[in-house]
């Protein structure tokens, strides 16, 4: 149980340190409809995060299992694909970021501007689709293979997947949660959040992905 925790961990934070459904949840709070168009998000968001986790910790367990000395090169050659996906986002996400630098004037994405308009359905379902992005379906890849595939338990496996979810949405869920509670303070909080993430996500999400992608990859080389 402690090695699965270990393995899922990291992953976790790079789904919670994702800059895009942190700055949907902030656009939606500061709506007219935030209080019920966000939490109808955020159930979006945790359905489509749990049943993703689900359904690969699901598929690694038609995988060999890994030997009694933890060597397993399929095991290890799919992490090494899973942390290499990572580190080229990390690239493609520095150069997005680059390119907005020297072009300022691209701003934020246009479906972005139209979120604030959003009710608590269709709210709904974007936060189930922003779970999907290519970069939340590689962590979430790699924790299904070190839930399912290293011989846990029915129960070890649903701890490790309520771990995984429950820290991955915390970014969003907690500022939710406070928002819906006290409205008026929040206010302030959210705008500044908004603020720092536009300036900074570029950076934030090239190191998270350069750093991810890294202990992936040492994972995967460790089974060889």
Known sequence: MAAIIGHILPLALGVALSSVPIVVMVLILLSPR?????????IGAVIGLLGLTTLFSAIATLLPPAPP???SPLIGTIEM??????LVLAAIRWRRGRRHEHNPAAGTPKWMSKVS???PIPSLGLGFILMLRPKNLLFTLAAGVAIGATGATFAEAVVGIAVFVVLGIS???????FAVADPA???RPLEGTREWIERNSSTVTTVVLLVLGTVVVGSGL???
């Open 34 to 42: 935030g209080r019920w168009s966000s939490l109808t998000y955020l």
């Open 69 to 71: 000395e933890a060597k």
């Open 81 to 86: 694909l899973i942390g290499v996906g990572l």
């Open 117 to 119: 308009s959003l009710g």
């Open 171 to 177: 970014t969003i869920a907690a500022p939710i949660i």
């Open 185 to 187: 303070r929040m206010r």
């Open 222 to 224: 460790a089974h060889y």
